[in-house]
C-alpha cells in the first residue's frame, strides 16, 4: 500500500486524508500540512508550493509536537462557550 501512495505522489498527484497519522508521510517522503494554513494548499493546488500530505481534520504526531486535530479544537470551544 504505502508504494502505491508513493508512487501516487511521484506522479504529481495531490494526496490529501482525514486521517490524522503521518504514515503517508512515512510513505512518501512529503511535509504535512493542515486545514491551519489554507494558504499553503492553495498555493500546492496552483503548483506555486511543494506538494505535501494534506491533512484535512488536521495532524497528530506528539515526538514532533504535532497536535492540530480540528474536533478537539470544536469540542474546546463548545465546552468554554457554558
Not at 17 to 38: G, H, I, K, R
Not at 46 to 54: F, M, S, T
Request: aromatic share 8%.
Amino acid at each position: 500500500m504505502s508504494n502505491a501512495f508513493s508512487q501516487i505522489h511521484r506522479a504529481g498527484d495531490f494526496i490529501s486524508t482525514t486521517n490524522y497519522d503521518l504514515l503517508l508521510e512515512q510513505a512518501t517522503s512529503a511535509e504535512t500540512v493542515t486545514y491551519t494554513d489554507p494558504g499553503r494548499i492553495l498555493q500546492m493546488l496552483r503548483g506555486e508550493a511543494q506538494r505535501r500530505i494534506i491533512h484535512l481534520h488536521g495532524a497528530y504526531d506528539p515526538a514532533h509536537g504535532i497536535d492540530d486535530i480540528i474536533a478537539d479544537k470544536i469540542k474546546k470551544h463548545r465546552t468554554q462557550q457554558f
